[in-house]
């Protein structure tokens, strides 16, 4: 079931009756509105006069319903979600630390040579040269040794944006980086989700290590899915005349994100629906049933 993406901008008090969020506005602006609570995926909070009541929290996380806070930026910053995501966690865990390094190498071996893959689709959807791409992709070695992954980006990122003049992808740079950062934290937060509905822990990741960094799984998975913000993003670009700022209007089309459509396995589905196949096929290498993860694959709706 696809579920619905909550963004809240103004403040707000948000409580539970009947089963459902029951969201009220403060100095009676606006009627209170109900919404079904297995109806709902992930709720974004960004305004700071934002209240949520105990009980509310705790039938969320029942619903596995992912509550993601913002900072001062409003960018993403924390995410909501239960300590048991799964009947088999323990197990589950168990397979995860187990890993052995030579497995972990093969896993992000596939996952980048899946990402410079996407790119590539990604550029020939939009008519740029993808030639370097394509070959990148089949030559990723066991742990990516020779860094295709950073050559690729550097590549990627300079050709689809080719049209934004001085633009380079950093975190702090131009825009559109603001736009890639805000699309690349709610994927982070789908991410994580599917991890722990699967059983996985988010933070101790097949390459990202960061000791600093409590989602250093959920980093490496969601590599070839960062093509879906990259074409939002990119779509952005070419229609409004100015992105400057995050106004609510790009922000709605960013959070679109658990819902677009992927195609994965050779089916079509909604991203949030995609991840959680991948993160289940992760689970299977890790427990020695398959040696496959399934990413998706790039094909344009353009």
Known sequence: MVKRTLFFSNPAYLSTKNEQLL???PEDIKLPVTIPIEDLGYIVLEHPQITLTNGLMG?????KTAVITCDKQH???AILQPLTGHSEQTERY???LNASVPLKKNLWQQTISVKIANQAHHLSARGKDSKKLKRWATEVKSGDVENHEAIAAAFYFQ???NHVPDFSRNQKGIAPNGLLNYGYAILRAVTAR???SSGLLPSVGIFHSNKYNAFCLSDDVMEPYRIYV???VYDITNKYHSYEDLTQELKTILLTIPVVDVVIDGKRSPLMVAMSRTTNSLYEC???ISRKILYPVFETNF
Request: aromatic share 12%.
């Open 23 to 25: 969201v009220s506005f």
């Open 59 to 63: 039938k969320l996380i029942e619903n």
């Open 75 to 77: 960018l993403p910053n």
């Open 94 to 96: 168990r397979h995860q």
């Open 159 to 161: 050709s689809l944006f």
């Open 194 to 196: 599917a991890l722990i």
């Open 230 to 232: 990259d074409a939002l």
């Open 286 to 288: 890790y427990a020695g």
